[in-house]
DNA sequence: TAAAAATACTCCATAGGTATTTTAT
DNA sequence: ATAAAATACCTATGGAGTATTTTTA
């Protein structure tokens, strides 16, 4: 593991940020609230800042989150093309 | 993980693609060649087909594996922008 | 027969789960 | 008092390593 941060994880990012919701968003994406909980923590670690304001009946993005989140939605759909365009090649 | 191909996979294709040998892209990667070998095999796995022909002595890409290449480097470079441009975002 | 990839196996780090606690309204 | 995130703790999966085998030019 050498890329500081993933697909997966910006997938996080996009979704958490879609739900500004801890719980929700973890359902979406079929993990446990803290699961997502930690993941988040991670990511802000290796950033070195936080992505999401907590309070305790509100959660909003900072402004490194909503530039994250806008260059990650682009990066994953570059992904799922490339992906699909293999897929499409190793075929025929 | 949801996601089929993460940013380090591509990564591992791209060098593997560039040195046409799995023992010294291992190297380039600081993993053991068994490893490369598995991640690749992975890969291909996920995707359906072969990305690499093997030759005892002659490794190629396949017409799959350029198209998945040249998009690899692509979201490389562009993952990499976006990380940096969010680590200065969550300073600045 | 030698160079290189594949396999067998073992181990451990980490990602995830459940249960619980903390926090601020 | 409540809704929601954080923490504590545990487990298991899979990714990596070393040693070995297979392959074919």
Redesign the pocket.
């Known amino acids: 593991?050498v890329m500081d941060v993933e697909l997966?994880q910006m997938r996080s990012i996009v979704v958490l940020a879609e739900h500004?919701?801890?719980?929700r968003a973890?359902a979406t994406l079929?993990?446990?609230?803290?699961?997502l909980?930690?993941?988040?923590?991670?990511i802000e670690e290796t950033l070195g800042g936080p992505l999401f304001l907590?309070?305790?009946?509100q959660?909003t993005l900072t402004r490194a989150g909503e530039v994250l989140v806008e260059r990650a939605r682009s990066l994953l759909r570059d992904a799922h093309v490339a992906i699909d365009i293999s897929r499409s090649a190793v075929r025929g």
Chains 1, 2 share one sequence.
């Open positions: 593991m997966d500004l919701h801890f719980g973890a079929y993990i446990s609230q803290p699961a909980t930690k993941q988040i923590h991670k907590r309070k305790p009946r959660l």
